[in-house]
């Protein structure tokens, strides 16, 4: 039999999981992170094309850096309708 004492452990050590699992979910669609990123598109495709001579390396660097924004922006999009559609298939 596991005593009390073990179990209290257990549960603590889950909580402070859990704690862990919330906080990484709540960076991973975190504005920072995301503007960290699009930060980091921008001066990487911008030295890049910088390197290669493009004309107007940064302002071309604007445009992927733009379309990481809006694939951040359109999967809790689709995600939600997705999950309202499969929440009827439940039900039946």
Do not use: C
């Amino acid at each position: 039999m596991i005593s009390q004492e073990d179990l209290e452990k257990r549960i603590v050590t889950i909580e402070l999981r859990n704690k862990r699992v919330e906080m990484d979910k709540s960076w991973e669609v975190s504005w920072v992170r995301r503007g960290l990123l699009i930060l980091f598109t921008y001066l990487s495709v911008g030295l890049y094309l910088n390197v290669i001579a493009v004309p107007n390396p940064w302002l071309n660097a604007i445009v992927p850096s733009l379309g990481f924004l809006l694939s951040t922006l359109t999967p809790p999009f689709f995600k939600r309708l997705w999950i309202d559609s499969h929440k009827s298939l439940d039900r039946s």
